[in-house]
């Protein structure tokens, strides 16, 4: 049985973006399951005809030379085979090929005792990527990824309200009920974000569940506590819901 492993596990595996446990517990399933190393060629196989097919050329053709500086520029993590995926949303917005950021390596710790649900904020560097502690000071143009803790919850939401009173919803990003959360120790969201110029604070929260729950009354809650432009230090949450928050200083640069 080789469903407990989706391709896209699979395909950051094959890319070198998992952390050293989970990729050495990868490998040594693909040396006991054939099942799974033929999932693995496939991906292989795939990515060789879309890399000679002319599809990527053809997507980054299409790409404008000149974009627009948004107020916040999401960057996708997508693997090769995701290109004609790309496409479709091309339509929308522009597309991205992000850096790697790396993160470090993290183990599987959800079931200690007293552990609860948090998030881990990793910015890029010359050198790979480096953690940032609550309340650390970042500046506009850093690229940041977020990842997430469940620590045994099942659902949840992650949005983040900056200085100016805007609210940004990171996960799901485009659903009506909270994500199902993956509980294998950290677990890093699929795109990043540039910071940009909203003033003093921006605060990330994370609102975990045991059972699925709507997300726009929440966001609705979190636009009216921002309306002041100041992130609050907590959400009034409908009952049988937890959050826990991360916020992140602004510095202006000169």
Do not use: C
Request: aromatic share 6%; net charge neutral; proline share 8%.
């Amino acid at each position: 049985m080789t469903a407990d492993i989706p391709d896209l596990l699979l395909e950051r595996y094959r890319l070198e973006e998992l952390p050293p446990d989970e990729a050495a517990r990868i490998a040594d399933r693909l040396r006991r399951d054939e099942a799974l190393r033929r999932r693995l060629a496939a991906l292989d196989r795939s990515d060789q005809e879309i890399r000679h097919s002319g599809v990527l050329d053809r997507v980054i053709a299409r790409l404008p030379r000149t974009e627009p500086a948004p107020r916040r520029r999401f960057v996708w993590f997508v693997a090769v085979p995701a290109a004609i995926a790309a496409m479709a949303l091309m339509a929308f917005d522009v597309i991205t090929v992000a850096p790697r950021i790396d993160t470090p390596a993290v183990s599987d710790g959800d079931r200690i005792k007293g552990l609860t649900p948090s998030l881990a904020v990793y910015r890029r560097t010359a050198q790979g990527s480096e953690t940032l502690a609550d309340g650390a000071v970042a500046r506009p143009g850093d690229l940041l990824r977020v990842g997430y803790r469940a620590a045994g919850k099942s659902y949840g939401l992650i949005l983040s309200i900056d200085g100016r009173g805007s609210v940004t919803v990171h996960l799901p990003p485009h659903a009506e009920r909270a994500a199902a959360l993956e509980r294998s120790g950290v677990v890093l969201l699929d795109q990043a974000y540039e910071l940009d110029d909203a003033p003093q604070v921006e605060r990330f929260y994370f609102i975990t569940g045991d059972t699925p729950f709507a997300v726009t009354p929440i966001v609705e809650a979190a636009r009216a506590a921002a309306a002041n432009h100041n992130p609050p230090a907590a959400l009034a949450l409908p009952r049988g819901l937890e959050q826990s928050t991360f916020a992140i200083q602004k510095e202006a640069r000169p």
